[in-house]
């Protein structure tokens, strides 16, 4: 049965609706950075650049670094941007535009998002690169998928106790990252932990200006948690959806986070551009090994 088109969006070029994207112009390894202005940061290390485009947030750059073809786009901020990118880009490797069929074969990407965080452990300074090993989603978006297959009860039931979550939220989901990407990135430069993913960058993640908060205690009971061995060790707004929305499309994904602050010690990095810059090399070569 025929995908409908109010379901499968292309543009009359026949690209996807919103990436602006054809098959043909994406690597099967892509990097995601959340700012536009960060793709051209990221290319400008490639040896060739093959194809350049941008509708609104998401900006796209193919090329090669090191003889590996590599596609770096902008996501934008948040888990609802992650589901657009995520969902797209799924479409374009695996099904059939012309059909508008799922494709027998499919294609595994491999996904890396390369971003910037604050840490909540005093053990992870400043000017550190941070793994993810898991992604703690307390946004709820990714709730609208069958996800019972990939969450890890354990964890989710032990946050819950640990910080009497209210249940008019959502419940927290807690998704692995991809073990394959793991063991190749990980190094003695990389802390690694829990990342928690909210929907927002204010009162979603403790931040107080105007509105008070509905638990204010909650930063400190997840600065607290732990569960044999993993802690929480930054808040952000992208890694629980990509790491949900890649294990439910059979792709790999591994986050990792420039450590600009340390929220636990009041710390922030003299020189972030230069952090984020470090990160964006090592990923590349890490990429091309």
């Known amino acids: 049965m025929p995908i409908k088109e109010s379901e499968l969006i292309l543009n009359p070029d026949g690209s996807i ?31 060739t650049i093959e194809f350049e485009t941008q509708k609104r947030e ?17 996501t934008g901020i948040g888990p609802d941007n992650i589901d657009i990118v995520m969902t797209e880009l799924d479409a374009l490797v695996n099904i059939d535009f012309e059909t508008r069929t799922i494709k027998k074969n499919l294609t595994s990407l491999d996904i890396i998002r390369i971003g910037t965080s604050g840490s909540l452990q005093k053990n992870i300074p400043v000017d ?45 989901i807690v998704i692995k990252n991809s073990s394959n990407l793991e063991r190749k ?15 927002g960058f204010y009162g979603p993640q403790g931040r107080v200006l105007r509105l008070p908060l509905q638990d204010p205690l909650l930063n400190k009971k997840i600065d607290s948690f732990s ?14 959806a990509i790491y949900g929305l890649s294990k ?37 070569n890490k990429i091309a090994d």
């Open 248 to 284: 439910l499309l059979g792709h790999q994904a591994l986050s990792l986070n420039a450590i600009i602050a340390n929220r636990a010690t009041g710390n922030f990095s003299s020189d972030p551009k230069q952090t984020v810059e470090n990160l964006i090399t090592y990923t590349l």
């Open 185 to 199: 990135f990980e190094s003695n430069k990389t802390h690694k932990g829990i990342t928690i993913t909210a929907g």
């Open 17 to 47: 609706y919103h990436l602006n994207l054809k098959p043909e112009h994406i690597a099967n390894t892509v990097i995601f950075v959340g700012d536009q202005d960060r793709v051209a940061k990221v290319s400008r290390h490639f040896d």
């Open 227 to 240: 569960y044999q061995g993993e802690r929480i060790t930054n808040l952000e707004m992208e890694t629980s």
């Open 128 to 172: 550190s690169f941070l793994l993810s090993t898991y992604g703690l989603d307390v946004n709820a978006m990714l709730h609208a998928y069958q996800i019972d297959t990939i969450c890890n009860k354990a964890i989710e039931n032990a946050f819950i106790d640990a910080t009497n979550w209210d249940s008019k939220k959502g419940r927290p």
């Open 58 to 74: 998401f900006k796209t750059h193919t090329g090669t670094y090191k003889g590996k073809r590599i596609t770096v786009i902008s």
